[in-house]
């Protein structure tokens, strides 16, 4: 009997994390560049808890583990925005961010120019180029991002030559899947995986790339989860019941 609430309970443990991986991708739909997570789990066989004790038919218990999460790297669609600020990227690739942990790495493109003249992200992470951050004067104009990561600028109110302000950095990894996220669109590698060029990656200005998150496939898949939780709860419950119901029998004295 105490084998099926362990594999009840196994079940209930994976489920909750499904749960709350799920829940955050829900929470994330309007994230620009925000990758979604899914949960990964396999068959664990015990060498020890048997599902019999009696018999040939001995049989070795199978409980649920929670092996890891894993990261859909797909794009997301583009919305087109006017900023002329704004970048998406084309291909795999990321930015490159400087924050107060180091380099971080994103493919959230919404970008602004802070006090400092930085090109910077939503919370203030400069955006990295070739030489460093990309720095603009106070009075360039007519900014332009080139598919290349080229930023060019009129600079002066009178001019019309162009002055270039830098290049933006593109980096890829071998293996993203190794990337650890670092707040909701960021991301840093473990020790031993470094970025790499991007030559075959590009820059769209004007447009950002969303969550590729699928609202309605997230919603779906939650509530299938919740139920499969709540059947193994009631299942759970019914063997309770039923080992009380034992246990009660067997300390019966006989009249």
């Known amino acids: 009997m105490a084998n099926a609430a362990l594999v009840g309970l196994s079940s209930q443990i994976v489920l ?14 309007n994230t620009t560049g925000y990758k979604k997570d899914s949960t990964v789990f396999h068959q664990y066989v015990s060498d020890v808890a048997r599902e019999t004790h009696f018999g040939s038919a001995d049989q ?9 999460n894993w990261r859909d790297f797909s794009p997301g669609p583009l919305q087109r925005t006017g900023n002329p600020l704004d970048v998406a990227i084309d291909g795999d690739a990321f930015l490159v961010v400087q924050t107060e942990r180091g380099e971080r790495y994103t493919r959230n493109g919404a970008l602004q120019i802070d006090a400092q003249g ?29 598919e290349d990561g080229r930023v060019t600028v009129i600079e002066g109110a009178n001019s019309t030559v162009e002055s270039q302000r830098g290049r933006i950095r593109l980096v890829a990894f071998e293996q993203p899947q190794q ?7 960021t991301f840093h590698p ?26 309605i496939v997230e919603m779906t898949r939650m509530i299938d989860v919740a139920r499969a939780y709540g059947r193994i709860g009631k299942l759970l419950q019914q063997h ?11 300390a019966e004295v006989p009249a």
């Open 60 to 68: 070795r218990v199978r409980f649920v583990h929670d092996r890891a």
């Open 190 to 215: 473990p020790e031993g995986l470094a970025p790499e060029e991007a030559p075959n990656a590009r820059l769209v200005q004007g447009a950002v790339e969303q969550s590729n998150v699928n609202g």
């Open 16 to 29: 909750r994390r499904e749960l709350s991986t799920l829940a955050n991708n829900i929470a994330n739909l």
């Open 118 to 146: 930085r090109l910077v992200t939503h919370d203030g992470a400069p955006v990295m180029g070739d030489n460093g951050p990309i720095l603009f004067q106070p009075l360039d104009r007519s900014i332009a991002i080139a």
């Open 240 to 250: 309770g019941e039923l080992r009380r119901s034992a246990i009660e029998k067997l």
């Open 179 to 185: 990337l650890l996220k670092d707040g909701a669109s």
